[in-house]
Structures are given as C-alpha cells and as structure tokens.
C-alpha cells in the first residue's frame, strides 16, 4: 500500500511534467506513422505491381528494422541534429517493414481465382486492385499497421536521447534518480498509448473491412 501511495503522489506532483510529455509522445508516435503508412501502402502497392523489385524494397526496410533503435537514433543525429525532426526519421525508419510487408503480401495473396473472375467481367488492372485487391487485403494491411504503431508507440521512449521529449523523459528522470515511481509514471502510459492505439485501430478495422472477409 506504502508504494502503491507513493506512486501515486508521484503522478500528482509531477502531473504538469507527465502530461506535456505524453503530449509529444503522442505527436511523434502519430505524426511518425502517418508518414510511414503514407510512404509503405502505395509503395507496398508498387511492388505488387513490380515482384521483380519487391524483395529489394522489403530488403532495405528490414535492414534498417536490425539497426538497434538507440543506434540508429545516434547516426542521425550528425546528418539532421538533434531534435524532433531526427526523432521522426527514426520511428518512420522502423515502422516502415510491418506495413509495407503485410500491404504486399496482402495484395499477393489473393486469391488468383477471384482475379480471373473479376478480368473475365471486363474489369481493368486499376479496377481490380481498388475493388477486388484491396478491399480483400485490407485485414493484412491494418494488421501491419498495428504492429508498426505499437513498435512506435514504444521505440518514441528514445526520442529524449534526441531532445526530442516524449514519455522517454519521465523514465530516463526516474532512472536517474532511482525512482521506480517516476519510471513506472513514465511506462505506464507508454503502454495505455500503444493499447489504446490500437484498439481504435482495430475498430477501424472491422468498419473498413467488407464483410465476409477474416479479420486479423
């Protein structure tokens, strides 16, 4: 009970601090993946389009995915600086392989048979990526979506090694002064933000997903 009081005068205390934190932790993590999905879905299509250069382009992002975060922080900041802008680069950088690998092997993996159908009624290559592919692929994509947003939601923790704040703050204080209150202050809504995340996520998921077809 004695630590369960302490934590709790803990949030009290250094309410101001957690919140402003966990408002840029939230501009990060979502600016972060609006940027990747806008980056991976349409080359995640491309490759689709272009198998010869799909493995080439999955390459590259899980390449970056082995850097260790904290590295690859720390060689970006002598080409961008320190900041926010070198904290974006590096979460877009690691949330790039989920979306991009479930957005290409959603589309390839529907169904051929489906296709020809769809060809033999006349549709266009265009028509039957938009109301065929796509729509049928949309559980693979969201479900790579989801994942890279946890994975950013939690690798934004790095970002105060940057300047760049963040709920990273809060913890990396409490290490610093032995806290477990100030740390646990810190990851607990790390974690409340990567589970919110995605729950919403999912909502969408199953009001965007046609009917009949699987959710992840």
């Given at each position: 009970m004695d630590a369960i009081q302490?934590?709790?005068?803990?949030?009290i205390t250094r309410q101001d601090l957690i919140i402003s934190r966990t408002i840029e932790h939230l501009y990060l993590s979502f600016v972060a993946i609006l940027i990747a999905?806008?980056?991976?879905l349409p080359l995640g299509i491309y490759i689709s389009r272009k198998r010869k250069v799909?493995?080439?382009?999955?390459?590259?992002?899980s390449v970056f995915q082995t850097i260790p975060s904290l590295a690859l922080f720390g060689f970006l900041v002598p080409l961008i600086g320190i900041g926010t802008g070198t904290a974006l680069v590096a979460l877009i950088i690691y949330a790039l392989l989920p979306i991009l690998r479930n957005t290409?092997?959603?589309?390839?993996?529907?169904?051929?048979?489906?296709?020809?159908a769809g060809e033999?009624?006349?549709?266009?290559?265009k028509q039957i990526l938009f109301k065929i592919q796509l729509p049928l692929s949309l559980p693979f994509m969201m479900a790579g979506?989801?994942?890279?947003?946890?994975?950013?939601?939690?690798?934004?923790?790095?970002?105060?090694?940057?300047?760049?704040?963040?709920?990273?703050?809060?913890?990396?204080?409490?290490?610093?002064?032995?806290n477990n209150s100030l740390v646990l202050a810190g990851a607990i809504p790390v974690a409340l933000l990567a589970l919110a995340f995605d729950y919403i996520l999912k909502r969408v998921e199953k009001k965007v997903t046609p009917k009949g077809v699987n959710h992840t």
């Amino acid at each position: 009970m004695d630590a369960i009081q302490v934590f709790l005068d803990t949030i009290i205390t250094r309410q101001d601090l957690i919140i402003s934190r966990t408002i840029e932790h939230l501009y990060l993590s979502f600016v972060a993946i609006l940027i990747a999905v806008a980056i991976s879905l349409p080359l995640g299509i491309y490759i689709s389009r272009k198998r010869k250069v799909a493995e080439f382009y999955i390459g590259i992002t899980s390449v970056f995915q082995t850097i260790p975060s904290l590295a690859l922080f720390g060689f970006l900041v002598p080409l961008i600086g320190i900041g926010t802008g070198t904290a974006l680069v590096a979460l877009i950088i690691y949330a790039l392989l989920p979306i991009l690998r479930n957005t290409y092997t959603g589309i390839t993996g529907v169904d051929e048979g489906i296709i020809e159908a769809g060809e033999g009624m006349g549709m266009t290559p265009k028509q039957i990526l938009f109301k065929i592919q796509l729509p049928l692929s949309l559980p693979f994509m969201m479900a790579g979506i989801r994942t890279a947003t946890v994975l950013t939601v939690g690798v934004a923790t790095l970002a105060t090694f940057v300047g760049a704040g963040g709920l990273g703050d809060v913890i990396w204080r409490g290490l610093q002064s032995w806290n477990n209150s100030l740390v646990l202050a810190g990851a607990i809504p790390v974690a409340l933000l990567a589970l919110a995340f995605d729950y919403i996520l999912k909502r969408v998921e199953k009001k965007v997903t046609p009917k009949g077809v699987n959710h992840t």
